[in-house]
């Protein structure tokens, strides 16, 4: 994903604006994986929203509140998305809306594994699971994800042994 020359990234106003809007969706791609805890960059924010009729409305309100348009030009509808990933450029950065990442059943599939995670300034986005992100980013099957794959697989088996490693001490209730 490219984000905008002139547009300054700011995952703040994105994530905020949806989050005002009251828009269900999971963050995935690079910025999810950033804040699961891998070290990479950049320059916009991908996410997978409910395709439910009352939330494309709520998201097509945020879609304007932020002034995005799509990098190709052409009109953007949000209830006939036929291409995997929607680019739009916004005055805060990159948004994609990614209605089915490679790998997933969409929105509701990974729901059910993304947590809520604090971001500041009262942002709390629900973020999909190093699973999910890792299931994503192998069913692409390219070449350019072999690192942030084996990163990912890395911080996965971290928390396993740390959750595991808590879970016999003797006096630490999780």
């Known amino acids: 994903m490219a984000g905008r020359a002139s547009a300054v990234f700011d995952p703040y106003e994105l994530i905020g604006a949806l989050q005002a809007r009251n828009v269900s969706f999971v963050v995935i791609g690079a910025f999810a994986r950033v804040v699961r805890g891998t070290r990479e960059l950049t320059d916009g924010i991908d996410i997978t929203p409910s395709m439910r009729d009352e939330n494309l409305i709520r998201l097509e309100q945020a879609l304007e509140d932020l002034d995005a348009r799509r990098i190709d030009g052409a009109t953007v509808d949000l209830r006939n998305l036929e291409e995997p990933v929607v680019d739009l450029e916004t005055r805060a950065g990159t948004l994609g809306l990614v209605p ?70 003797p006096g630490i209730d999780i």
């Open 100 to 169: 089915e990442p490679a790998g997933t059943r969409g929105y509701d599939d990974l729901r059910r594994r993304a947590t809520q995670e604090p971001l500041g300034r009262g942002l709390r986005p629900r973020v999909a699971s190093l699973d999910d992100l890792g299931r994503m980013l192998g069913a692409l099957d390219r070449d350019q994800d072999i690192d942030r794959l084996l990163r990912l697989r890395r911080l996965m088996n971290l928390e396993h042994n740390l959750g595991h490693d808590f879970g016999r001490s």
